[in-house]
T-cell receptor
């Protein structure tokens, strides 16, 4: 049973460029959440996709956008990269929307983005 | 404001000893979930244990137990009989349930070093 996979593993970009990160959820999962983890910090919630729609969003600018495909995989796009966008980007998958209940999110290994 | 505080940036513990990682939280929501995750150097966040705010008993999962003190808003992780493989970053996290919000709020983490 494959877990959450992310690609690429590492990425180096320059300021102003655009980047696309990819995530495939764990088998049987239909919900994907994205987190940004800066060096020395805990992950911060970017947004969540369910049924191909953005359901919730954290405090991130519109430069951060995403997409979910019919097979539940997801992309995170970041435009006009800034030095401060350098971070580990984590994808997490789950089944359905948690609402007011426990719903474990399974995390992938992350994509480490470096912006020069 | 909803916040997780982990006051121990790093800890060194002798192998086979028990270790307690501190976590306090702040939320005005009456219903919430508390989590602990382990993040090894590979980057993947590994779910360890969950405690619901209305759970009467403290959660336990193998060598992990959560010392939940609701009135003090603390949710400390206890690892019994530590092993070298326990060396990693540990994150305390919370998900408030009131708004049926799926996002998880993480603390800044504690780096645990197990000494042989």
């Amino acid at each position: 049973d494959a877990g959450v996979t992310q690609s690429p593993t590492h990425l180096i970009k320059t300021r102003g460029q655009q980047v696309t990160l990819r995530c495939s959820p764990k088998s049987g999962h239909d919900t994907v959440s994205w987190y940004q983890q800066a060096l020395g910090q805990g992950p911060q919630f970017i947004f969540q996709y369910y049924e191909e729609e953005e359901r919730q969003r954290g405090n991130f600018p519109d430069r951060f956008s995403g997409h979910q495909f019919p097979n539940y995989s997801s992309e995170l796009n970041v435009n006009a990269l800034l030095l401060g966008d350098s971070a580990l980007y984590l994808c997490a998958s789950s089944f359905g929307l948690a609402g007011g209940r426990f719903n474990e999110q399974f995390f992938g290994p992350g994509t480490r983005l470096t912006v020069l | 404001a909803q916040k997780i505080t982990q006051t121990q940036p790093g800890m060194f513990v002798q192998e086979k000893e028990a270790v307690t990682l501190d976590c306090t939280y702040d939320t005005s929501d009456p219903s919430y979930g508390l989590f602990w995750y382990k993040q090894p150097s590979s980057g993947e966040m590994i779910f360890l244990i969950y405690q619901g705010s209305y759970d009467q008993q403290n959660a336990t999962e193998g060598r992990y137990s959560l010392n939940f003190q609701k009135a003090r808003k603390s949710a400390n992780l206890v690892i019994s009989a530590s092993q070298l493989g326990d060396s990693a970053m540990y994150f305390c996290a919370m998900r408030p349930f009131m708004n049926r919000d799926d996002k998880i709020i993480f603390g800044k983490g504690t780096r645990l070093h197990i000494l042989p």
